[in-house]
């Protein structure tokens, strides 16, 4: 049990890992068309983080304990697929709402952000789940500064989701990184005000809710990755690398096309 403060070094390669992996979004964002398979999405990414960025694709080959090792360079999750989508021919088509999950080593440090894209055009209801969750995720990122809990951060993604009809995966939530993907604090996307690990400054985690249009219930495809809602109803997730500072926080997985909060409304940017 040990959360790893961060140097001011190690911050430092964070803010760069962070951008690329932001960059990758925004490099992949006006792609995501009707038509294109998602491991097209996945081929072009892996490319741009490679060939363009120097840096290394760290889901590809990524074997945490009890799983196989990930064979694709992004995640690609589509409608009911709630996380850890595999890249395969399966072509995207309009109205389809698609998650692409990119995590960047560069350096020996790691960047890991997510956004939802449209295919065409959504529906009503796909469009506000994905407006919800992005909110979910502004509130809970709000709620990060030294002092307060990994509850209050919890507690506040939970509050936005319910109150919208919402529901919120448990069996996933957000992580410590740094040298490590994966690592201490878990950040449930839901909880109890003043419970759970008290912030300080130099933390970094993810914050990055799965919020699902009907029950939370889950179920794992055989393939080994593939989370997808056991009711097939919609789910939607955005994700945001986060630091802690005395003063609140500063997102790391920032870039020139990152979607505004206020402004947000086309996820495309269009
Ligand atoms: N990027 C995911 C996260 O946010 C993890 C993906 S693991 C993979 O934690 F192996 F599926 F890529
Ligand atoms: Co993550
Ligand atoms: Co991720």
């Given at each position: 049990?040990?959360?790893?403060?961060?140097?001011?070094?190690?911050?430092?390669?964070m803010r760069?890992?962070?951008r690329?992996?932001a960059?990758?979004?925004?490099?992949?964002a006006?792609l995501?068309?009707p038509?294109i398979a998602t491991?097209?999405v996945?081929?072009?990414?892996?490319?741009?983080m490679?060939?363009?960025q120097?840096?290394?694709p760290?889901p590809?080959n990524?074997?945490?304990?009890g799983?196989?090792?990930?064979p694709?360079?992004v995640?690609?999750s589509?409608?009911?697929?709630?996380?850890?989508g595999?890249p395969?021919?399966?072509k995207l088509?309009?109205g389809d709402i698609?998650n692409v999950?990119?995590?960047?080593?560069?350096?020996?440090?790691?960047g890991?952000?997510?956004?939802?894209?449209?295919v065409?055009?959504p529906?009503?209801?796909?469009k506000?789940?994905?407006?919800?969750?992005?909110?979910?995720?502004w509130?809970g990122?709000?709620?990060?500064r030294?002092?307060?809990?990994?509850?209050?951060v919890?507690?506040a993604?939970q509050?936005?989701?319910?109150q919208?009809?919402?529901?919120?995966v448990?069996?996933?939530?957000?992580?410590?990184?740094?040298?490590?993907?994966?690592?201490e604090?878990?950040?449930l996307?839901?909880?109890?005000?003043?419970?759970?690990?008290?912030?300080e400054a130099?933390?970094i985690f993810?914050?990055?809710?799965?919020?699902?249009?009907?029950?939370?219930?889950?179920?794992q495809?055989a393939d080994?990755?593939?989370?997808?809602?056991?009711?097939?109803?919609l789910?939607?997730?955005?994700?945001h690398?986060?630091?802690?500072t005395e003063?609140?926080?500063?997102i790391?997985?920032v870039?020139?096309?990152t979607?505004p909060?206020?402004?947000?409304?086309?996820?495309?940017g269009?």
């Open positions: 049990m040990s959360v790893i403060l961060k140097t001011p070094e190690d911050i430092e390669k760069v890992a962070g690329l992996a960059e990758v979004l925004d490099y992949i006006p995501i068309k038509g491991e097209e996945d081929r072009l990414c892996h490319e741009y490679v060939e363009h120097g840096a290394t760290a590809l990524y074997a945490p304990p799983y196989q090792p990930f694709k360079s995640c690609t589509v409608n009911h697929v709630v996380c850890h595999i395969g021919e399966k088509k309009s698609v999950d990119v995590t960047v080593i560069k350096d020996g440090y790691h890991d952000t997510s956004r939802m894209f449209y065409g055009q529906s009503i209801q796909a506000r789940l994905c407006e919800v969750t992005y909110e979910c995720m509130r990122i709000d709620a990060v030294a002092g307060a809990t990994l509850g209050d919890g507690h993604v509050t936005h989701a319910v919208h009809g919402f529901s919120v448990r069996e996933f939530c957000g992580h410590g990184i740094g040298r490590k993907f994966h690592e604090p878990q950040v996307h839901y909880g109890r005000p003043g419970t759970g690990l008290k912030l130099g933390m993810t914050v990055e809710p799965m919020i699902n249009a009907g029950k939370a219930d889950i179920r495809l080994g990755w593939t989370v997808v809602t056991k009711d097939h109803s789910s939607a997730q955005w994700e690398t986060v630091l802690v003063a609140g926080h500063e790391l997985t870039s020139a096309g979607p909060r206020a402004r947000f409304g086309d996820v495309n269009a």
